[in-house]
C-alpha cells in the first residue's frame, strides 16, 4: 500500500498570507495526485487532479505542483473560506488502492 | 447540476447488515466508475470500495473486503453498499463519489456527495 503522508498536521495562517501544505508519498505516484477541500458537515470538494491541474471553479490562488513522491498545495493569499481541512491521494494505482493523506488543517492565525 | 445523496445510516448493533445508498443526478450514471469513501470520527478519508460502469468489476479496501458488497442499479441512477458483519471500527460517514479519468486513464473523484453516518454501537 502506497502511504501518503501529509505536513504540518494543523497550520495556522493569517488572512491574506500565502499558506504551503506538503504531501510525501511512500513510493512515486507520478503525478497521479490530487488535492481535496473538506469542511464539517459538507462534501469534499476536488481542488487539484494530475498534481498540477485546477479543476472546475477552482480559484487561481490554489496550485499544485510536484512529481513522484513529493508535491504541494499552494494557497497565495488566504481567504476566510479557505480555512478547511485540506486531503491529498494517490490514484497511483491498478486495481484501485486509493489512498489518502491524514490532513493538513487549516486554522485562522 | 451533478448531485449525489446518500442515505441508510443509522445505528446498527456490532455484528449486524445494513445497506448505503447514494443518488445520483445531473449527469450519465452509467458512463462514470463509482466508489464509496469514509471518515471515521476524528480520522482522515478511507477508500472503501469502487465499482465498474456496468457493475461487472468490483474493488474493494482491504478493511472492508469479505463483509462488504458494493453494486449499483443504473436504469435507477442508484449506487448501494451492503454492509455485513458490521464493527464498531466502521462507524464513520459514508460517502459516495464520481470516479473521473485523468490523462493517465487512472481515477480521481471529482463529485463527491455529502455523506450518511453509521453509527455501530451496542
Known amino acids: 500500500e502506497i502511504v501518503m503522508t501529509q505536513s504540518p498536521a494543523t497550520l495556522s495562517v493569517s488572512p491574506g498570507e500565502r499558506a504551503t501544505l506538503s504531501c510525501r508519498a511512500s513510493?512515486?505516484?507520478?503525478?497521479?495526485l490530487a488535492w481535496y477541500q473538506h469542511k464539517p458537515g459538507q462534501a469534499p470538494r476536488l481542488l487539484i487532479f494530475g498534481a498540477s491541474t485546477r479543476a472546475t471553479g477552482i480559484p487561481a490562488r490554489f496550485s499544485g505542483s510536484g512529481s513522484g513522491t513529493d508535491f504541494t498545495l499552494t494557497i497565495s493569499s488566504l481567504q476566510s473560506e479557505d480555512f478547511a481541512v485540506y486531503y491529498c491521494?494517490?490514484?497511483?494505482?491498478?486495481?484501485?488502492?486509493?489512498?489518502f493523506g491524514q490532513g493538513t488543517k487549516l486554522d485562522i492565525k | 447540476e451533478v448531485q449525489l445523496v446518500e442515505s441508510g445510516g443509522g445505528l446498527v448493533q456490532p455484528g449486524g447488515s445494513l445497506r448505503l445508498s447514494c443518488a445520483a443526478s445531473?449527469?450519465?450514471?452509467?458512463?462514470?466508475?463509482m466508489s464509496w469513501v469514509r471518515q471515521a470520527p476524528g480520522k482522515g478519508l478511507e477508500w472503501v470500495a469502487n465499482i465498474k460502469q456496468d457493475g461487472s468489476e468490483e474493488w474493494y479496501a482491504g478493511s472492508v473486503k469479505g463483509r462488504v458488497t458494493i453494486s449499483r442499479d443504473n436504469a435507477e441512477n442508484s449506487l448501494y453498499l451492503q454492509m455485513n458483519s458490521l464493527r464498531a471500527e466502521d462507524t464513520a460517514v459514508y460517502y459516495c463519489?464520481?470516479?473521473?479519468?485523468?490523462?493517465?486513464?487512472?481515477?480521481?473523484?471529482?463529485?463527491w456527495g455529502q455523506g450518511t453516518l453509521l453509527t455501530v454501537s451496542s
Open positions: 463519489a464520481r470516479d473521473f479519468p485523468d490523462i493517465s486513464g487512472w481515477y480521481y473523484f471529482d463529485q
Open positions: 513510493q512515486s505516484v507520478g503525478t497521479n
Open positions: 491521494q494517490q490514484y497511483y494505482n491498478w486495481p484501485p488502492r486509493y489512498t
Open positions: 445531473g449527469f450519465t450514471f452509467s458512463n462514470f466508475r
